[in-house]
């Protein structure tokens, strides 16, 4: 059992630029693959980003790419997705997302793929 806690989400200007966190308590939060997802208005649940367990490889959806950044820090249980150059398309509640992944030769970009959810957390971009 793995329980995930989203923070960070805010309103921010268009261009701005704002860092989310998500802490993962209950197992061992180094075999988790970890990924953040979005879901705006009206929409279904999409995949933004994913990291693997050991850190060294991600993956993004094509409308972030270049602005958005996956990191963990597996010694203190968290994991971050730093948002630059934020368009208003990006709004959307922002969940965290992780599964166990003892491999870490793949992505996993579909909502099935993973056990474990946030409660989310508001992001908002004005224009």
């Known amino acids: 059992q793995v329980q995930l806690v989203e923070s960070g989400g805010g309103l921010v200007q268009a261009g701005g630029s704002l860092r989310l966190s998500c802490a993962a308590s209950g197992r061992t939060f180094s075999r988790y693959a970890m990924a953040w997802f979005r879901q705006g208005p009206g929409k279904e649940r999409d995949f933004v980003a994913t990291?693997?367990?050991?850190?060294?490889?991600?993956y993004y959806t094509d409308s972030v790419k270049g602005r958005f950044t996956i990191s963990r820090d597996n010694a203190k249980n968290t994991v971050y997705l730093q948002m630059n150059s934020l368009k208003p398309e990006d709004t959307a509640v922002y969940f965290c997302?992780?599964?166990?992944?003892?491999?870490?030769?793949?992505?996993?970009?579909?909502?099935?793929?993973?056990?474990?959810w946030g409660q989310g957390t508001q992001v908002t971009v004005s224009s």
């Open positions: 990291i693997t367990w050991s850190g060294t490889s991600t």
């Open positions: 997302a992780a599964r166990e992944d003892y491999s870490g030769q793949y992505y996993y970009i579909a909502t099935n793929n993973y056990n474990y």
